[in-house]
């Protein structure tokens, strides 16, 4: 089957680092994706990963490992507005998006 | 950047009655849209694959006599539920997929927040 895992709830302090990790299980894989949700929000793209290493984009940096089937995504200097929902997605064999059930991220003052 | 719009933001019916939620790329062809469904506090659920001048394609568990996709033009997808219930109430949003066929090129709509009385 398909399994996409991810934290359900993680808690991090303004100005602080958080890492949100991400496994997998796909028939077929093309691509890692993590996308941003603000309440009530539709989605928003934050990053795609095809190749094993690290991206950095800003403040947001995410990770693939193939061979593991992991991922995470980095958020450096936290800011208030980065509360959301980050749901981590995979590309499947039939390049439909498998979804992840989202991590909850809350930021404290 | 590509970007869609979806109308209504919001939409509150009656049991029984028929909504139809638009979905528009507004400055790009998408020869496919994706409808999807989500609860609170769950994840993305895939509904159906919409094809420009085809059928959709519907996803295990999703009734396509109940919730018409109809994607008549390379900008326009539209959903229909037909004969809602309460337990139709979700957030229902659709992205669109640039003709290039990347999956990496999905863009989502703001979504449309359906509560059926």
């Known amino acids: 089957g398909q399994n996409i895992d991810q934290p359900t709830e993680m808690t991090a302090t303004e100005g602080a680092i958080v890492q949100i990790n991400c496994t997998y299980q796909?028939?077929?894989?093309?691509?890692l994706f993590w996308y941003q949700q603000h309440a009530g929000e539709a989605p928003t793209f934050l990053s795609y990963?095809?190749l094993d290493g690290l991206e950095e984009k800003g403040r947001f940096s995410s990770f693939l490992s193939r061979s593991k089937g992991y991922s995470y995504l980095l958020l450096k200097e936290l800011q208030m507005k980065d509360s959301a929902s980050y749901l981590c997605?995979?590309?499947?064999?039939?390049?439909?998006?498998?979804w992840g059930a989202g991590t909850k991220l809350i930021i404290k003052p | 950047g590509a970007v869609v719009s979806q109308h209504p933001s919001w939409v509150i019916c009656k049991s029984g009655t028929s909504v139809k939620i638009e979905c528009r790329s507004l400055?790009?062809?998408?020869?496919?849209m994706f409808w999807y469904r989500q609860f609170p506090k769950q994840s993305l659920m895939l509904m159906a694959t919409?094809?420009?001048?085809?059928?959709?394609?519907?996803e295990q568990g999703v009734e396509k006599d109940k919730f018409l996709i109809n994607h008549a033009s390379l900008t326009l997808s539209t959903l229909t539920v037909t004969s809602a219930h309460p337990e139709d109430s979700s957030f229902y949003i659709c992205?669109?997929?640039?003709?290039?066929?990347?999956?990496?090129?999905?863009?989502f709509g703001p979504g449309t927040r359906l509560t059926v009385t």
């Open positions: 992205s669109a997929r640039l003709p290039e066929g990347s999956v990496y090129e999905q863009y």
């Open positions: 990963n095809v």
């Open positions: 997605a995979v590309g499947d064999s039939n390049y439909q998006l498998i």
């Open positions: 919409s094809n420009e001048g085809s059928k959709a394609t519907y």
């Open positions: 796909t028939s077929g894989f093309n691509g």
């Open positions: 400055d790009f062809q998408a020869t496919t």
